[in-house]
């Protein structure tokens, strides 16, 4: 059986599996499903029984909001009762995304709908959820990275609605809607549990910079909180956040999410040079709890390539370093758990999950190598963190 995280966590374990579930338009205007083109959908049962081969207890799953509401206020729950249903057959507990990345054809986080809309679904799916599993715990993110989509959909032309220099109007139209969203779902269920999801980040100046370029770094780096902060009602209160909404605080964190913002260029995470101004995740994860206040989660990590194993070695021990320091950490995401394609290109895999895909294969989605060094890291991380955890219980206990 998976262990847990602590006695009041609400995960089934600490170490949890992320399934690509994007459904979003892509740079050139395609809509992508990588619930399928991973492979996940078709071989569903088989991947809940490889995780839980390897003690992963909770998964992060998506619901694909374009394909559930194919009509306005319509909706179609045929897939997400196949992942329900799975979840039940294999024990695993799972962490619902309403949002992402993905939005029906005719809305965008622009359109003076999209709050009422999103809304309606969170309502919906509360609903239908319930009628089948009332007494459970249920951890809904209703909007994955915010901040992220903002910038790809609003400054880059990346995503819907294709825009540059809209950035703030599209951040303002998800977190509008991710509000709105908040409030309905618990009105449907006050017992429902909101999970953040958003970009965990370090921005910093050049070496030997001027007041001014330290000032618009520092303020770069203050921006990563926006949307939580929004959600809190501490920014644009106008759009109806609480502290009350603040719940589970989940960060998402790569190896490219420290950089130099004048000129641009990422610090190296391994930190070769020693540079001074790269921050362990230990520091920014208890940034984050000491800013909110809110137990914290890393719901998004993983490296592409050979450097997949000491990367979970290196989260592993910034999570011991983590707890140590008394910020209660509930968990750790591997994400993606399996293989998965670039969005816009759909050929180049990145070969960041634990098990990756064959791209020779006429079908590369339904193809699962075992990564050998990632599940060996991933097992000694296991059972580092398992033993710091049974220490803080044993002196929470004494």
């Given at each position: 059986m998976p262990f847990p995280a602590t006695t009041d966590s609400p995960f089934a374990s600490f170490w949890m599996a992320g399934f690509e579930c994007t459904d979003q338009l892509n740079a050139f205007g395609n809509r992508v499903d990588f619930l399928n083109?991973?492979?996940?959908?078709?071989?569903?049962?088989?991947?809940?029984?490889?995780?839980?081969?390897?003690?992963?207890?909770?998964?992060?799953?998506g619901i694909r909001w374009s394909q559930v509401e194919r009509r306005p206020y319509e909706y179609d729950w045929t897939t997400v009762q196949v992942l329900l249903d799975a979840g039940r057959r294999h024990g695993i507990q799972q962490v619902w995304d309403l949002c992402h990345f993905g939005y029906p054809d005719d809305l965008t986080p622009l359109h003076p709908l999209f709050a009422r809309r999103f809304a309606a679904l969170c309502r919906a799916f509360v609903a239908f959820y319930r009628q089948q599993r009332p007494d459970e715990v249920l951890i809904i993110t209703p909007i994955n990275e915010v901040s992220f989509m903002s910038w790809l959909g609003g400054d880059v032309r990346g995503t819907?609605?294709?825009c540059v220099g809209q950035g703030w109007e599209v951040k303002r139209g998800l977190m509008r809607a991710y509000i709105e969203g908040v409030a309905a779902l618990r009105e449907a269920d006050p017992r429902v549990r909101i999970l953040t999801t958003e970009p965990l980040l370090n921005i910093v100046a050049q070496p030997g910079a001027g007041p001014a370029e330290v000032r618009r770094a520092r303020e770069a780096h203050r921006n990563q909180f926006q949307s939580v902060d929004m959600l809190a009602g501490r920014l644009c209160p106008e759009l109806g956040g609480r502290p009350e909404y603040l719940d589970l605080l989940g960060f998402n964190f790569y190896y490219d999410n420290q950089w130099q913002l004048e000129p641009y260029h990422t610090l190296p995470w391994a930190n070769e040079h020693?540079?001074?101004?790269?921050?362990?995740?230990?520091?920014?994860?208890?940034?984050?709890?000491?800013?909110?206040?809110?137990?914290?989660?890393?719901?998004?990590?993983?490296?592409?390539?050979?450097d997949r194993a000491p990367w979970l070695r290196m989260v592993a021990d910034e999570a011991v370093k983590t707890l140590r320091a008394g910020v209660p950490l509930l968990g750790v995401c591997l994400y993606p758990i399996i293989d998965r394609?670039?969005?816009?290109?759909?050929?180049?895999?990145?070969?960041?999950?634990?098990?990756?895909?064959?791209?020779?294969?006429?079908?590369?989605?339904?193809?699962?190598?075992?990564?050998?060094?990632?599940?060996?890291?991933l097992a000694a991380a296991q059972a580092r963190v398992a033993r710091q955890l049974a220490l803080l219980e044993s002196l929470a206990i004494g």
């Open positions: 083109l991973t492979g996940h959908l078709p071989l569903l049962d088989a991947d809940y029984e490889l995780i839980r081969q390897h003690q992963l207890g909770t998964v992060r799953e819907a609605p294709y020693h540079d001074p101004r790269f921050r362990p995740l230990s520091s920014l994860l208890a940034e984050a709890y000491h800013r909110y206040n809110c137990p914290v989660v890393l719901t998004e990590t993983s490296h592409p390539g050979h394609p670039d969005w816009d290109h759909l050929t180049p895999w990145h070969h960041a999950g634990l098990w990756d895909a064959d791209p020779t294969a006429a079908t590369p989605g339904l193809t699962r190598h075992l990564h050998q060094p990632s599940a060996a890291a």
